[in-house]
Nanobody
């Protein structure tokens, strides 16, 4: 079965940095895109960043210039390097991937930005 597992979440002070990882495992024939979304209780899940199969990336305006999405294809892993973190970045971050034409989601990892 295809499984996505996030790691790297935690508590960080404002202005700090954090790196999230998401490893995709299972019966993988192709991964078309990988990305990150985040959600605050009571709000819709919002796009953070996506990296497409051709390597192109897209970011939400709120994280542009502060976050960087990357991938390590051999390990089927996507990363989200977060810098200059703000309290408003606090959310549950979800990894997503289109694997074998189907969309999959990770369980989410909590990121809390607070002093």
């Amino acid at each position: 079965q295809v499984q996505l597992v996030e790691s790297g979440g935690g508590l960080v002070q404002p202005g700090g940095s954090l790196r999230l990882s998401c490893a995709v495992s299972g019966s993988i024939f192709s991964i078309n895109a990988m990305g990150w979304y985040r959600q605050v209780p009571g709000n819709q899940r919002e796009l953070v960043a996506i990296i497409f199969g051709d390597g192109r990336t897209t970011y939400s305006d709120s994280v542009e210039g502060r976050f960087t999405i990357s991938r390590e294809n051999v390990k089927n892993t996507v990363y989200l390097q977060m810098s200059s973190l703000k309290p408003e970045d606090t959310a549950v971050y979800f990894c997503t991937a289109k694997v074998n034409t189907l969309n999959y989601w990770g369980q989410g990892t909590q990121v809390t930005v607070s002093s």
